[in-house]
């Protein structure tokens, strides 16, 4: 067949798709995603159908947690120097178990896990991908029947022979092919981008499916929410004390409608800014002072989502995307959510640098 045509074809039948008003399963619209990619042989769509599978596990068991003997802690700590809860473990394994078969799947890392998991390259396979993830975030509020989430990220690996390298999950968020979150809250929902936009579907559990609910995702430009941990405030710097103020305090008209609101949960946090607008911070403190969160299993993805949405996120210095990763739990500051407030906040900051 002629290569044009059948570009032309692929390209017809994802609008084709997009038009149809019908049902729409994640299933599905992962397919119709791939035509956008023609050489594709469907191994990338198949991680994400995957992850798609083991949150749906993952999700049973959140709910489950109370009836199971799964709350409280695990007995151990992870290399975040970190309790893991028995949820976190669980989790972990899971999509360690379910991911791991996959041909193009080189390595996984984890924040739960020290090193990387590589995997036997698969002798027929030279495009394989590297998985990174949280496999359960905000896992403190899992007692107390709080929204947590799953976070996860996808690159291409770099190294091009035998089992992948940590190099292959050193890269930049910029580089990211897709990223994600699933959030298990009052219905279980899975948002992700491939570089289109951000899509979220919720579970249909009748059916046991997740269903188109929210196209094109857009963060609003109304900053709503402010959401920080505020008894860090005593820790923060002069710049982030005075974004705070000016949102909180200040006599701007545009934060007339602002509403504090932290749920301590990354993910959730996350999801009620992208619907509703706002911006969450997490920044380096006396406490934390390279900052809380872990660049690549929080921070990248989530970056990631917000400017696909019409967000951004900074250091305050530098854009989290643009980040060259050095250690796989690395952590950095986090500034999060609508452009407007992201970029009032690196704007303070430069004045502060400059002395102002
Ligand atoms: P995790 O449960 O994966 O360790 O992540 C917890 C993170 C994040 O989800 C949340 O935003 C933050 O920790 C909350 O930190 P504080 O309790 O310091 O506010
Ligand atoms: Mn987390
Ligand atoms: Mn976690």
Not at 49 to 61: E, L, P
Not at 62 to 84: C, D, H, M, S, Y
Not at 247 to 260: A, C, V
């Amino acid at each position: 067949m002629n290569e044009r045509v059948s570009e032309e074809s692929l390209e017809l039948r994802k609008r084709e798709f997009d038009e149809f008003e019908g049902f729409k399963t994640l299933e599905s619209f992962i397919s119709a995603e791939q035509h956008l990619h023609p050489r594709s042989r469907g191994f990338f769509a198949d991680i994400l159908r995957r992850i798609g599978v083991a949150s749906k596990i993952i999700g049973s068991r959140v709910q489950r947690a109370g009836l199971t003997n799964v709350l409280g802690k695990a007995g151990r700590v992870n290399i975040q120097g970190e309790q893991q809860m028995k949820l976190d473990v669980m989790s972990n394994e899971l999509l360690m178990n379910t991911l791991q078969w996959l041909p193009a799947v080189a390595g996984m890392a984890s924040e739960e896990e020290e090193g990387v998991m590589r995997l036997p390259p698969h002798p027929d396979e030279h495009d394989t991908y590297v998985i990174m993830f949280d496999p359960l975030d905000g896992s403190s509020n899992i007692d107390a029947n709080v929204s947590i989430g799953t976070i996860f990220s996808i690159h291409r690996r770099v190294t091009k022979w035998g089992a992948c390298e940590e190099v292959d999950f050193l890269q930049p968020g910029r580089r990211l092919l897709a990223a994600g979150y699933v959030i298990y809250g009052s219905s279980t929902m899975f948002v992700y981008s491939t570089g289109n936009g951000v899509h979220g579907f919720t579970l249909d559990p009748e059916v046991g499916e997740y269903v188109l609910s929210h196209p094109d995702m857009r963060i609003p430009d109304q900053c709503r929410c402010f959401s920080a941990n505020e008894t860090n405030y005593k820790h923060w710097d002069e710049p982030t004390k005075r974004f705070a103020d000016h949102i909180r305090f200040g006599s701007d008209p545009h934060y007339e409608k602002t509403s504090s609101r932290y749920i301590g949960s990354m993910v959730a946090d996350f999801h009620r800014n992208l619907l509703y607008g706002g911006v969450f911070l997490y920044p380096a403190d006396k406490k934390h002072p390279t900052g809380k969160l872990r660049l690549l299993f929080e921070c990248a993805p989530l970056a990631w989502l917000a400017e696909q949405a019409g967000g951004a996120a900074t250091t305050g210095r530098q854009d989290i995307l643009d980040i060259q990763p050095e250690k796989l739990h690395q952590r950095c500051p986090i500034v999060i959510g609508n452009s407007r407030e992201v970029d009032l906040y690196r704007q303070m900051v430069a004045d502060h640098d400059q002395g102002n």
